[in-house]
């Protein structure tokens, strides 16, 4: 009788257990891995039935050039893999939008990226001196990446169509960009920053098994938010979930890790073309290129100098000897620096300069100049004068003739450097805290120098450029970093103290330098 109670207990408990296991599989099943999505306007069985002629990709850009471009090379990468035609918003310069979670992001982008919308809205006086966004409305513009990149030739190597939505900020069913062949009626977005869970990577036609009662249940996963960046990826085989969709959003776009393709042989033929020649060099904009090829023809031409870009505020915040003070405000920028630290943050610089650059340029910086050259002679003349004397405009160009003789007749590999700072635009007229670089490097020059004698005016052009129509703006100071990649990117070498996204891309400018031009 024990024996048969026993067996009876055990019996129970077992089918109790399961009845839990069931249960518990009938509620889970298939939520495999932690991907990302929103569903809008959708039916899952109209889904099936329907049959989109043209499908769309597009996301919300955000951050610095960089992460923008990064952004709409992972779209070409997703438009080839899914066959789908790109969207591309348009390019933000000047004052970045940060990273957000998807809706905060959209809203910035649909409602304060809209410079017209934005204009009605500041012409008021309380809004135009309280509201911060119309206080920093001329900070920053958008402009068309074709005005400045050949996006016609991703379409004719790889077949990837792309629109430009330059009307507008609506995306999805508001879509604002001209050129779609129909109405958006399906939208599914994604998102791997910002959401858990994604409904849309799972059959959502498919009955689950709702228990022991035999019940079939469709599980709707509850999407939640972050205000940190998840670490979501998006497998390969996962795409296919999405095949049937008319249109996916994406939100930021810029991690490409997170967004993996199947390693085909296009997707790399992709890949090596998008690192060596499409949607590299910013060249499209015609005077802008111009004006960068006066430069580099005054620098001694293709390959006869290098590029050098000191970022401080970086140096400064990866610094903590000198990145607060004594009481621990924060430090920022050089100007908030003591003489004598500005002194030794030049002198890390310096160094971390010379660990990087080609070990021949290093070997002729490091030697004296030869005594019976020009250049021996400028340089004991500006050592004698006044700093206000040797950075004049006229004393300058001498340096830059003397530099340029000296390569061409003593030494080939002596190194002329095109310098761009976030501190002030004429070091030379700071010796007392560019003396360690220029002690090294006299061969120094930026675009202040251009400009001071005439070589380079963007004022003459800018206003008349189609592209270029935003009232109040400062196109000069937006269009900077193009200008700068358009010289560096014809220089022998280039260099970042510290290191950014930047050097990846100068990186990608020129792979092969010419044999006849080489040091």
């Known amino acids: 009788m024990t024996?048969?109670?026993?067996?009876?207990?055990?019996?129970?408990?077992?089918?109790?257990?399961?009845?839990?296991?069931?249960?518990?599989?009938?509620?889970?099943?298939?939520?495999?891995?932690p991907t990302v999505s929103k569903t809008t306007n959708h039916d899952s069985n109209q889904q099936q039935q329907q049959i989109y002629s043209t499908k769309y990709l597009s996301w919300l850009p955000h951050g610095e050039f960089t992460d923008q471009h990064e952004a709409f090379r992972n779209a070409i990468r997703l438009g080839k893999e899914l066959d789908r035609t790109v969207i591309a918003p348009m390019l933000r310069l000047g004052k970045p939008v940060s990273w957000q979670p998807f809706d905060s992001l959209a809203q910035t982008y649909s409602l304060t990226q809209d410079k017209q919308q934005l204009s009605e809205k500041c012409r008021t006086a309380s809004s135009a001196t309280n509201d911060q966004a119309c206080i920093t409305m001329n900070d920053w513009t958008?402009?068309?990446?074709?005005?400045?990149?050949?996006?016609?030739?991703?379409?004719?190597?790889?077949?990837?169509?792309?629109?430009?939505?330059?009307?507008?900020?609506?995306?999805?069913?508001n879509e604002t960009a001209a050129g779609l062949r129909d109405p958006i009626v399906d939208v599914a977005v994604v998102d791997v920053l910002t959401f858990i869970e994604n409904a849309t990577f799972y059959s959502t036609n498919d009955g689950k098994w709702g228990g022991i009662l035999g019940g079939r249940q469709r599980i709707v996963k509850q999407h939640q938010e972050q205000q940190l960046p998840l670490k979501t990826v998006i497998r390969p085989e996962q795409w296919s979930s999405l095949q049937q969709r008319q249109y996916i959003q994406f939100g930021a776009l810029s991690s490409t890790a997170r967004y993996q393709?199947?390693?085909?042989?296009?997707?790399?033929?992709?890949?090596?073309?998008?690192?060596?020649?499409?949607?590299?060099?910013?060249?499209?904009?015609?005077?802008l290129k111009q004006q960068a090829d006066q430069v580099i023809a005054m620098l001694g031409g293709v390959n006869h100098f290098s590029s050098l870009r000191l970022n401080f505020a970086k140096v400064i915040a990866l610094d903590a000897r000198v990145n607060k003070d004594s009481f621990g405000t924060p430090r920022t920028t050089m100007d908030?620096?003591?003489?004598?630290?500005?002194?030794?943050?030049?002198?890390?610089?310096?160094?971390?300069?010379?660990?990087d650059i080609p070990i021949?340029?290093?070997?002729?910086?490091?030697?004296?100049?030869?005594?019976?050259?020009?250049?021996?002679?400028?340089?004991?003349?500006?050592?004698?004068?006044?700093?206000?004397?040797?950075?004049?405009?006229?004393e300058r160009r001498r340096l830059l003739d003397a530099c340029i003789n000296y390569r061409q007749q003593i030494e080939e590999r002596y190194p002329i450097y095109y310098l761009v700072n976030d501190h002030i635009p004429s070091p030379a007229s700071r010796p007392d805290i560019y003396g360690p670089l220029l002690s090294f490097f006299p061969c120094l020059f930026t675009k202040n120098d251009m400009k001071q004698w005439g070589e380079l005016d963007m004022t003459t052009w800018i206003f008349s450029h189609p592209a270029l129509q935003d009232k109040g703006?400062?196109?000069?100071?937006?269009?900077?970093?193009?200008?700068?990649?358009?010289?560096?990117?014809?220089?022998?070498?280039f260099f970042e103290v510290p290191n950014s996204p930047l050097t990846r891309f100068m990186s990608w400018q020129r792979r092969v330098v010419p044999a006849e031009h080489s040091q």
Do not use: C
Request: no cysteine; aromatic share 6%; net charge negative.
């Open 3 to 33: 024996r048969l109670t026993r067996l009876s207990v055990y019996l129970v408990a077992l089918l109790l257990f399961l009845f839990l296991s069931i249960s518990a599989l009938s509620k889970y099943q298939k939520v495999d891995s």
């Open 142 to 173: 958008e402009i068309p990446w074709s005005s400045l990149f050949d996006l016609k030739a991703i379409s004719t190597e790889f077949g990837i169509p792309i629109i430009e939505r330059t009307q507008g900020h609506g995306w999805g069913t």
């Open 261 to 287: 393709v199947h390693s085909t042989t296009q997707q790399m033929a992709l890949r090596k073309a998008l690192n060596r020649h499409l949607l590299v060099s910013p060249n499209q904009m015609a005077p």
């Open 336 to 355: 908030d620096l003591d003489t004598q630290t500005q002194k030794e943050v030049m002198d890390a610089v310096v160094l971390e300069v010379f660990g």
């Open 360 to 394: 021949n340029q290093a070997v002729s910086a490091a030697l004296p100049v030869n005594a019976d050259s020009t250049l021996a002679s400028v340089l004991l003349e500006h050592q004698q004068a006044p700093s206000s004397v040797s950075s004049s405009p006229l």
């Open 473 to 493: 703006v400062d196109y000069e100071r937006m269009l900077d970093v193009m200008l700068d990649v358009l010289i560096a990117g014809q220089g022998y070498s």
